[in-house]
T-cell receptor, first 112, second 113 residues
């Protein structure tokens, strides 16, 4: 079945780059997404990548996709305290275009 | 636009009680969905709808009912609450065909004792 996995925690020093990793199982995934959830709030779409792309850059965010290994990563450059949040990886199922499958989320904490 | 709104923000129920979580959106989105979020488990899809009058089950539909009589509203009903339904519930919406680009409500934190 479809599954999306992420590590649960990441701690990064302020000003460094953060790299959040995700693996997925559905080889027919069409789109892959990164969402951000701040404390007490709903999820907010950060960025997404189409499955025929290798990389997408959007200001401080870089998404890398290795389709062969089914591995997705989100790099946040110059990490700031405002980046503290839970980051969810998600895939749009190739077998059902009406659903997306979320990972369990990676909690990013920033240390001074 | 208010976006996606959910009420109530917090609710405590006793086992066996029923209630409805409300969700509304003012973006004329065809697609709406309900998720529950539990620690370490990410978001799991409960039910979704691709338009008024059309609903379908997600990954964890048992114990929940939905209806979609209008484009704007998508209420979630708990028929007989159980402690296993203690969770944070999120409603989301998107344009049809853009299910990955969903707008989320602020969530309802439900505790069943």
């Amino acid at each position: 079945g479809e599954d999306v996995e992420q590590s649960l925690f990441l701690s990064v020093r302020e000003g460094d780059s953060s790299v959040i990793n995700c693996t997925y199982t559905d080889s027919s995934s069409t789109y892959l997404y990164w969402y951000k959830q701040e404390p007490g709030a709903g999820l907010q779409l950060l960025t997404y990548i189409f499955s025929n792309m290798d990389m997408k850059q959007d200001q401080r965010l870089t998404v890398l996709l290795n389709k062969k290994d089914k591995h997705l990563s989100l790099r946040i450059a110059d990490t700031q305290t405002g980046d503290s949040a839970i980051y969810f990886c998600a895939e749009r199922s190739g077998s059902s275009a009406s659903k997306i499958i979320f990972g369990s989320g990676t909690r990013l904490s920033i240390r001074p | 636009n208010a976006g996606v709104t959910q009420t109530p923000k917090f609710q405590v129920l006793k086992t066996g009680q029923s209630m409805t979580l409300q969700c509304a959106q003012d973006m004329n989105h065809e697609y709406m969905s309900w998720y529950r979020q539990d620690p370490g488990m990410g978001l799991r899809l409960i039910h979704y709808s691709v338009g008024a009058g059309i609903t379908d089950q997600g990954e964890v539909p048992n114990g929940y009912n939905v209806s979609r009589s209008t484009t704007e509203d998508f209420p979630l009903r708990l028929l007989s609450a159980a402690p296993s339904q203690t969770s944070v519930y999120f409603c989301a919406s998107s344009l049809q065909g853009q299910v990955g680009e969903q707008y989320f409500g602020p969530g309802t934190r439900l505790t069943v004792t």
